[in-house]
């Protein structure tokens, strides 16, 4: 069972930073789950929100499809933190490990499928991409088809399989609350796997380990150790 840092070490250092990737991988994670927009100039980053907030300007906040990338990447997130690009994300990874990368950016499937397709060819590292929109992933299906793919729910599904086989995704990442045995059972026969957001419970984990779930997402890979 994959136990996965979300958007890194998020309780140690600033989230979808390099910094919190690092230490996300140094606590033990098998894998790092981030989000991802494109700048203007169709450079794929790693943020979660679709706007910038940029602390000189006090409560402003400035779309990141509306910068490019050399701006973009010099902004100060406070305490020398910066915006990384998901190339260098990747390059900053070890060898072995896996990537999750989250869609949120509109219309940015062809920027990923560049980056993601590049990843998958080289083989240093493994790397999966999922969204709540079903539709980009059965896009990515068509851009980047040796690239897994998974969708993503925040309620029960009526039909998990349908889901999936819609979308061509292998992956299925439920909230952890809406798991049980059935979807986990659903899931698995279909052949595909479950990956459970986001677990800050140990009493949790030890609960969707026990019914056979895939992977574990977590602000704190400290919480599941040993799972």
């Avoid at 920027?111 to 397709?117: G, L, N, R, W, Y």
């Avoid at 793919?149 to 990442?173: C, E, H, S």
Wanted: charged content about 25%.
């Amino acid at each position: 069972m994959e136990h996965i840092g979300h958007r890194g070490a998020k309780r140690e250092f600033p989230e979808n930073t390099l910094a919190a990737f690092a230490r996300a991988f140094e606590r033990g994670a098998d894998a790092i789950e981030l989000d991802v927009h494109a700048t203007r100039d169709g450079v794929v980053v790693v943020h979660h929100d679709p706007d910038l907030r940029h602390p000189p300007m006090g409560t402003a906040t400035r779309a990141i499809a509306g910068l490019d990338w050399d701006t973009l990447r010099r902004v100060d997130l406070g305490g020398g933190a910066r915006v990384p690009s998901l190339v260098e994300v990747f390059e900053a990874v070890p060898a072995g490990k896996t990537v999750y990368v989250e869609l949120k950016g509109r219309n940015i499937e062809p920027a990923v499928a560049s980056v993601v397709t590049a990843v998958v060819t080289s083989a240093r590292v493994t790397c999966a991409v999922h969204s709540f929109d079903h539709d980009a992933i059965a896009r990515m299906r068509t851009l980047a088809p040796v690239v897994p793919r998974g969708i993503l729910f925040d309620r029960t599904p009526d039909d998990v399989a349908a889901a999936m086989r819609a979308a061509g995704a292998r992956d299925v990442w439920p909230k952890w609350s809406l798991i049980d045995d059935a979807i986990v059972q659903q899931v698995h026969q279909a052949g595909g796997r479950v990956i459970a957001w986001t677990v800050n419970s140990r009493a949790e984990g030890q609960r969707l380990a026990a019914i056979g779930v895939d992977g574990l997402c977590t602000d704190d890979v400290r919480l599941i150790a040993g799972l």
